[in-house]
C-alpha cells in the first residue's frame, strides 16, 4: 500500500514515517516541503481478515435488520387488528393458505382454474408485450423530440393532455378497436407506460452539452453518428430511469385490466377469489403483486447502475 506524506526536509534518502518506510524525493536548495510516497506498514493478516469479515457483518447487518424489524412491526398491527375476529384473515390464517397455495403453484384444471404461477406468468407476458410495443415506440419518439425543437412544441401539448388519464380510461377504447380482452388489456399498458420512456429520453437529449453537438456540427458528423457516438451514450442513464418507471406503471395497470377483462392472470385471479370470499388468498396475492414489482424495479435499478458513467 501506497500513502502520500508530507516530509520537510531538503535531502533525497529515506525516513520512518509512523512506522512505514517513506521514499524521500529532494529537489532543489534549502528546506522545502515536498511530498512523498511511503510503504505503510503490513497489518497481520489474521487482524486483517477479522476486521474485514466484523465490517461485513455490520454492514449485513444494517441492510438486513431494518427491513425485518419493519416486516415484523407490519405483522404484530396485522395481527392485533384481527385478533378479535372480523373479515380480515390472521396472519397465521393466511400463512396456511399460502403454503397450500404454493404447494402447487403450476396447477391447470380448467381455463380458469389455474394456479398462481400461471396467473402471474400469463401477466408478465401482457407486461413485456405492451412494455415492448411502448418502447420500441416511446425511446425514439423521445430521441426525436429532444433533438429537434419544433417537434417537441408540437407535440409537447398533447402529451400534457393524454399523460394524466387515468389507465382505465383507455381500457373501453381498446375494447372497442380490437373487439378482445387480451390485446385490449395490452393496448392499456401500451399507452399508460410510453409517457415516462418518451419524457425521460427527451430530457436526456436536452441536457447533452451543447458543445458535443457544435464539434459534431464542425466535424460534419451524420445524424447517424451524433446518435451513435454523442446522444446515445449521454442519454442512456435519462432512458433507463423512463424505463424504470414505466415498467412500475405497467405492473401497476395490469391487475386493474385484467379485473375488468378476466381471463387468466394475477388481476383476474384477485377478482376470482373476491367472488369466492377468499379474503386470504386477495392477501397473498397482493404481497406477490409487490413482491414481483420490487423485483423488476431492482433489476432495472441494477442496470441502470450499469450504465450509469456519471458516478464513476
Known sequence: MTLAVVADRNDAGTAEVRGGRAVLAARGKGRAVKVVAADAPAAAPGRGYGARLSGWMRALAAAVLPPLVGLALLIGLWDLATMNGGGIPTPGTTWEAAVAIFADPFYRVGPNDQGIGWNVLSSLQRVAIGFGIAA?????????????????????????????????????????VFQRADPAATWTIFICSIWPMILNTAQGVTRVPQDYLNVARVLNLSEWKVFT????????????????????????????????????????????????????????????????????????????????????
Open 136 to 176: 420500441l415506440v416511446g425511446i425514439p419518439a423521445g430521441f426525436m423530440l429532444g433533438r429537434f425543437a419544433v417537434l417537441s412544441q408540437m407535440m409537447n401539448p398533447i402529451i400534457s393532455l393524454l399523460r394524466p388519464v387515468s389507465p382505465l380510461a383507455w381500457l373501453p377504447i381498446g375494447l372497442l
Open 229 to 312: 457516438k454523442i446522444l446515445f451514450p449521454a442519454v442512456l442513464p435519462y432512458m433507463l430511469t423512463g424505463i424504470r418507471l414505466s415498467i412500475g406503471t405497467a405492473w401497476l395497470v395490469i391487475v386493474a385490466a385484467e379485473m375488468l377483462t378476466g381471463g387468466v392472470g394475477i388481476g383476474f385471479w384477485v377478482w376470482d377469489e373476491w367472488n369466492n370470499l377468499k379474503v386470504e388468498h386477495i392477501i397473498i396475492a397482493i404481497f406477490v403483486i409487490g413482491i414481483v414489482g420490487l423485483i423488476l424495479e431492482q433489476a432495472l435499478m441494477l442496470l441502470a447502475r450499469r450504465f450509469n458513467y456519471e458516478s464513476r
